[in-house]
């Protein structure tokens, strides 16, 4: 079936730097896009969404790409924060109402 | 805090057991969502409500499991006879009728 690649690599940035988080997809039909923040112990924590009509959004500190013609998405955070450290996932909603996630990136901020 | 809460936050069974775990959506959400959470796994969707109708169930979802939501607001998921393999963190997600899913904390259920 249709899913979302997220393989759970580890990203390791420094603190202040910007962190980009990749993600493919493999569903054409899916036309709406969601990144999720969890930390350990803790559910997914909305970051930012974006719906397939659109190839670029930004919220507070963070940006999300999506390109459609090669079925890719990422997050970019700004300035990165020790408190910016979880894993992070991406989920796609095509047919039906059900997101479809990733595995999930860790990302780990050195200080 | 996303005002979704979600009960039991652990639970640890002997195989064989059944346990039942509730969720408190966001007031006024009408759609309720559950997912299964393995450890480095992103969550797999299970089922979800719009109002008190079950509108779609995942292939996941075997006959041990049942879900229901009598009123259009707390939901409840039973599952019968525990096995090891249902050992999870069972996730609980409500959202208004945009697509937007805010998730709970999650219950941790620990089959021995």
């Known amino acids: 079936g249709e899913s979302v690649g997220l393989h759970l690599p580890t990203l390791s940035v420094q603190e202040g730097d910007n962190s980009i988080i990749n993600c493919a997809y493999s569903?054409?039909?899916?036309?709406?896009f969601i990144w999720y923040k969890q930390e350990s112990g803790k559910g997914p924590q909305f970051i930012i969404d974006?719906?397939?009509?659109?190839d670029k959004r930004q919220g507070q500190r963070v940006t999300v790409l999506l390109n459609k013609t090669v079925k890719h998405l990422s997050l970019q955070i700004a300035a990165t924060q020790p408190g910016d450290s979880a894993v992070y996932f991406c989920?796609?909603?095509?047919?039906?109402?059900?997101?479809?996630f990733g595995a999930g990136t860790i990302l780990r901020v050195k200080s | 805090d996303t005002g979704v809460s979600q009960n039991p936050r652990h639970k640890i069974t002997k195989r064989g057991q059944n346990v039942t775990f509730r969720c408190d959506p966001i007031?006024?959400?009408?759609?309720l969502y559950w997912y299964r959470q393995t450890l480095g796994q992103g969550p797999e969707f299970l089922t979800y409500?719009?109002?008190?109708?079950?509108?779609?169930k995942s292939r996941l979802l075997s006959d041990r499991f049942s879900a229901e939501r009598p009123k259009g607001s707390f939901s409840t998921l039973e599952i019968q006879r525990t096995e090891q393999g249902d050992s999870a963190m069972y996730l609980c997600?409500?959202?208004?009728?945009?697509?937007?899913?805010?998730f709970g904390p999650g219950t941790r259920l620990t089959v021995t």
């Open positions: 569903n054409s039909a899916s036309d709406y």
């Open positions: 974006i719906r397939s009509n659109m």
């Open positions: 007031s006024e959400h009408n759609r």
């Open positions: 989920a796609e909603k095509g047919d039906g109402n059900k997101l479809v």
């Open positions: 997600a409500s959202s208004p009728l945009d697509l937007r899913e805010y």
């Open positions: 409500f719009q109002n008190e109708a079950q509108l779609e």
